[in-house]
């Protein structure tokens, strides 16, 4: 059973604060990593993806990777209220379905 | 820019009609894929296909769904008889090909009564 592991939150972040988002997953051949957002109601946007070990930044976004560890984290800087939102870690391991994480719910307070 | 649609954005049925969930993928995007989300959990994959055939399926995805590419730009999730657990949000995705990104639209939200 693929699982992958986020702590749902809430996490609440100051603005202009540095966000700090992790994930777990189980299966060791997994591939792709993949960071979403998803607004209440809303469908997935695509915010980061990573595919080998290390760092991947994109604007205020950091990917991290640590395929030993089987552990992924987004690292937001200079938090903005428009930032809040649900974040979704997902997973996959071949082109095939991804595996989503439950998802951490990002409050940014300003 | 290019992007995946779904209708309806909103489809309500009795419980034990059928339905189907229509989606337009991105047109020169070759996978596709449909995801439902319960109402506060997380979102699951259900079907993928590819190459005019399902490559792969969930445990959710029993014999009460169907999906077809009727024609070169449609997608299409089926729900035989519908029962109240299907209630959810429906995501229909796709992917230009392996190693791309799957982009998801926006949803069909179904209510079974």
């Known amino acids: 059973q693929k699982e992958v592991e986020q702590n749902s939150g809430p996490l609440s972040v100051p603005e202009g604060a540095i966000a700090s988002l992790n994930c777990t997953y189980s299966?060791?051949?997994?591939?792709?990593f993949f960071w979403y957002r998803q607004y209440s109601g809303k469908s997935p946007e695509l915010i980061m993806s990573?595919?080998?070990?290390g760092d991947k930044e994109d604007g205020r976004f950091t990917a991290q990777l640590n395929k030993a560890s089987q552990y992924v984290s987004l690292l937001i800087r200079d938090s903005q209220p428009s930032d809040s939102a649900t974040y979704l870690c997902?997973?996959?391991?071949?082109?095939?379905?991804?595996?989503f994480g439950k998802g951490t719910h990002l409050i940014i307070q300003p | 820019e290019p992007e995946v649609t779904q209708t309806p954005s909103h489809q309500v049925t009795q419980m034990g009609q059928e339905v189907i969930l229509r989606c337009v993928p991105i047109?020169?995007?070759?996978?596709f894929y449909w995801y439902r989300q319960i109402l506060g959990q997380k979102v699951e994959f259900l079907v993928s296909?590819?190459?005019?055939?399902?490559?792969?399926k969930s445990e959710i995805f029993d014999d009460q769904f169907s999906v077809e590419r009727p024609d070169g730009s449609n997608f299409t999730l089926k729900i035989r008889s519908t029962k109240l657990e299907d209630s959810a949000m429906y995501f229909c995705a796709s992917l230009q090909g392996v190693g791309d990104t799957q982009y998801f639209g926006p949803g069909t939200r179904l209510t079974v009564l």
């Open positions: 990573i595919y080998s070990n």
């Open positions: 296909f590819y190459n005019n055939e399902i490559s792969e």
């Open positions: 997902a997973v996959l391991e071949r082109a095939d379905g991804l595996t």
């Open positions: 047109s020169n995007h070759l996978y």
């Open positions: 299966e060791r051949g997994s591939q792709s």
